[in-house]
């Protein structure tokens, strides 16, 4: 058990984020995709998740954002304007959380091949781009497991934001980073808030491993590079249907 | 020379590694755990922030009552905050109660977004304009319940250290046993999650109450000694744990006298 004096420092001191449980090896893998809006991964996630599909793989595909069960609170909070920088990002994290312990890490355990559409990397950018502390949002994911491989695409600002505005009539308010009163302009907030979350993913390039794929290839020749790569770093033979 | 919250924070922090002081022993250096919330000035919060902890049965509801009315006679404006009770969720966390599916991380950050937006949107707004807010329950409730339930609890501090320091944190400490019978004694029943039920201690519900509670109060025991809890004998009387209040309560916003009989609306509570 950790002494009374190491507890007392853990309030105020920025001590290294510990993992609320206790980490466990599993036989499944994590493959996790991650990049601003407009930077193509979840079309490139797609592609995969439809290949490994077709070959009869062992997958379960989640996204990031999708529980029912914080629905509700995320819908008022966002219709009301009620969320601060620390509940937008507490909400998403039990809403996380909840996929985590009832869908990832069980499935994890039972040998599966999961992949992530967005992960906590896509909090850490974003919590910390509105304000949030980066060392507090550590701490506060740090219950989920490490990806196996973590994928970053990157598209240069501009691309990936003409990509979004131009495919939306309107931004969401919170999509646009209104919240934080940058500018009146949703377009231009929406530009500023992407920079700083881009800002922020580069940064976690070396520090958390990101594999990073360029946004702006050839969707075909980018899925080609990516099925390469997840080959090279996963033993797919092990969630390959078992032959009778 | 104004400084800002994180840099007096920063040398605060570096006071305490120096000295080796324990937090909360002496006047706290700031009214923060850790780092201060996005865009809030301490020296804004001219009010006080009282908590009061203890389990169910020990009398923290009661108490309050009491106690808002014995401060509004003395002219202060009360402001009382508790758990579930924010807009955003506390609908929600009443819903995921009642389904018994929630897992305890989850739980344990759906009452975290519960307890920060009643202190951004609620509290701070209360204590810029100098109210006296009453805490039932506070974070170390929510730190013990999911301490017991094997969270880390170096993991739980860090969620809340962005939280606000109490003025004054009070324990209202009873017994399990005492607990039990003043609760079957109000509701003819014990609530699931009162009594631990989610932890499969024992089929026994007197039994599992028992033993949840026994490991809350342990939590609460260590957390006492860390964050410097005024404990109580929640077995005592109303009138006298209400004296003991008021007068710790009179000392910290200079109150002078803490005569105070309850008006006849709540003289039922006054056994």
Redesign the interface.
């Given at each position: 058990m950790?002494s009374?004096a190491q507890?007392?420092?853990?309030?105020?001191?920025?001590?290294p984020?510990?993992?609320?449980?206790p980490r466990r090896q599993y036989p499944g893998a994590l493959i996790v995709v991650e990049g601003t809006d407009g930077s193509g991964k979840s079309t490139q996630l797609y592609l995969l998740k439809r290949w490994l599909e077709i070959n009869g793989y062992r997958i379960h595909f989640t996204e990031w954002n999708s529980s029912p069960?914080?629905k509700?609170?995320t819908r008022?909070?966002k219709q009301r304007r009620?969320?601060?920088?620390?509940?937008f990002s507490?909400?998403h994290?039990?809403d996380f959380?909840?996929r985590?312990?009832?869908q990832i890490v069980p499935l994890l355990h039972g040998g599966y091949l999961v992949l992530a559409d967005r992960y906590i990397y896509t909090a850490f950018a974003r919590d910390a781009a509105?304000?949030?502390?980066p060392?507090?949002l550590r701490?506060?994911y740090?219950?989920a497991p490490i990806p196996d491989i973590t994928f970053y695409f990157r598209a240069p600002l501009e691309v990936a934001v003409n990509r979004i505005v131009a495919g939306r009539p309107k931004l969401k308010y919170y999509e646009a980073g209104m919240d934080m009163g940058i500018s009146l302009d949703r377009a231009e907030s929406f530009r500023i808030f992407q920079e700083r979350i881009l800002d922020n993913y580069d940064h976690m390039v070396e520090t958390d491993r990101f594999v990073l794929m360029d946004g702006t290839i050839q969707v075909n020749k980018l899925q080609k590079l990516m099925r390469q790569m997840l080959r090279e770093r996963v033993d797919l033979a092990q969630f390959a249907p078992k032959k009778k | 020379m104004k400084r800002s919250a994180k840099t007096s924070h920063m040398a605060a922090a570096s006071n305490r590694r120096s000295r080796k002081r324990k937090i909360n022993d002496v006047g706290p250096p700031s009214r923060f755990y850790g780092t201060a919330l996005p865009g809030v000035k301490e020296e804004e919060l001219s009010g006080h922030l009282v908590v009061i902890e203890g389990s169910d049965g020990s009398g923290r509801s009661t108490q309050i009552s009491l106690l808002t009315e014995w401060l509004e006679s003395e002219g202060f404006a009360v402001q009382t905050m508790g758990l579930r009770r924010s807009f955003l969720v506390g609908e929600d966390i009443d819903a995921l109660l009642a389904e018994n599916a929630v897992t305890r991380i989850t739980l344990a950050l759906m009452y975290g977004t519960d307890f920060f937006d009643q202190l951004e949107r609620r509290i701070l707004p209360a204590l810029r304009s100098g109210l006296i807010v009453l805490a039932d329950r506070y974070i170390f409730t929510l730190i013990a319940r999911a301490a017991v339930r094997g969270i880390g609890r170096d993991y739980l501090h860090g969620i809340y250290e962005t939280a606000l320091r109490p003025d004054l944190t009070f324990w209202l400490n009873v017994r399990p046993e005492i607990a039990f019978d003043r609760e079957f004694k109000k509701s003819q029943t014990i609530s699931y999650w009162e009594s631990g039920r989610d932890m499969s201690l024992s089929n026994d519900l007197f039994q599992s109450f028992i033993r949840y509670q026994s490991m809350i109060k342990r939590e609460f025991e260590y957390l006492s000694k860390r964050h410097g809890f005024i404990e109580l004998d929640g077995e005592g009387s109303v009138a006298d744990v209400n004296g003991l209040l008021r007068k710790r309560i009179a000392a910290q916003l200079g109150i002078r006298s803490t005569q105070y009989r309850p008006s006849h609306a709540l003289s039922h509570l006054w056994r």
């Open positions: 950790a009374v507890n007392i420092s853990a309030l105020t001191e920025s001590a984020a510990k993992a609320p449980l069960l914080v509700s609170a008022r909070g009620l969320l601060t920088p620390t509940t507490l909400l994290a039990a959380a909840d985590c312990e009832r509105r304000g949030c502390s060392h507090w701490n506060l740090s219950f | -």
